[in-house]
T-cell receptor, first 113, second 113 residues
Framework: GENVEQHPSTLSVQEGDSAVIKCTYSDSASNYFPWYKQELGKGPQLIIDIRSNVGEKKDQRIAVTLNKTAKHFSLHITETQPEDSAVYFCAASTYSSASKIIFGSGTRLSIRP | IAGITQAPTSQILAAGRRMTLRCTQDMRHNAMYWYRQDLGLGLRLIHYSNTAGTTGKGEVPDGYSVSRANTDDFPLTLASAVPSQTSVYFC????????????FGEGSRLTVL
């Protein structure tokens, strides 16, 4: 089955700098890659997703890139702000079944003032 | 807008006791899910339901059962709790069974002693 690895497990960056979180997946059939943000005491919330027919997607300060050949995808946050501090999860699945979505182990991002 | 409501928010339970975690959604989503979140392991799917009246097993179903008598409710039962079931449990829903956004509740923290 699918296996998703996420790195780093913790990340601390200076406010205003960029943050990058990387994930790899094992199942070449996976073609949907969402990213979730979990704030303290809350449930995860979808912030951006990418499907396998594109290599990059941007939404304001966040962007995701996908390399299907290497089976890895990344989350990029530019001009980081204090409210970006949270745990971020990557995930992978096929279109056909949301019940098969596999999450990475999470990255705790801290933004230093 | 309530979305997904989970109860209780926190519970301490003696090993061997029976416990039901409640989950209710008001979005009329067809699919519902139960995940457990453990440090370093991310989110792992316990059970899911693609529509009322049907359920399926996820990655870590042992020791848990679910039912889906109607669209809105998806309770998770631990028949005889064990310490390894100490975790934070998240209920989620999605509009359909094909891959798309998961909407999470705020979690139920369960401690089994």
């Amino acid at each position: 089955g699918e296996n998703v690895e996420q790195h780093p497990s913790t990340l601390s960056v200076q406010e205003g700098d960029s943050a990058v979180i990387k994930c790899t997946y094992s199942d070449s059939a996976s073609n949907y890659f969402p990213w979730y943000k979990q704030e303290l005491g809350k449930g995860p919330q979808l912030i951006i997703d990418i499907r396998s027919n594109v290599g990059e997607k941007k939404d304001q300060r966040i962007a995701v890139t996908l390399n299907k050949t290497a089976k890895h995808f990344s989350l990029h946050i530019t001009e980081t702000q204090p409210e970006d501090s949270a745990v971020y999860f990557c995930a992978a699945s096929t279109y056909s079944s949301a019940s098969k979505i596999i999450f990475g182990s999470g990255t705790r991002l801290s933004i230093r003032p | 807008i309530a979305g997904i409501t989970q109860a209780p928010t926190s519970q301490i339970l003696a090993a061997g006791r029976r416990m039901t975690l409640r989950c209710t959604q008001d979005m009329r989503h067809n699919a519902m899910y139960w995940y457990r979140q453990d440090l370093g392991l991310g989110l792992r799917l316990i059970h899911y339901s693609n529509t009322a009246g049907t359920t399926g097993k996820g990655e870590v179903p042992d020791g848990y059962s679910v039912s889906r008598a109607n669209t809105d409710d998806f309770p998770l039962t631990l028949a005889s709790a064990v310490p390894s079931q100490t975790s934070v449990y998240f209920c989620a829903s999605s509009p359909g069974t094909s891959t798309g956004e998961l909407f999470f509740g705020e979690g139920s923290r369960l401690t089994v002693l």
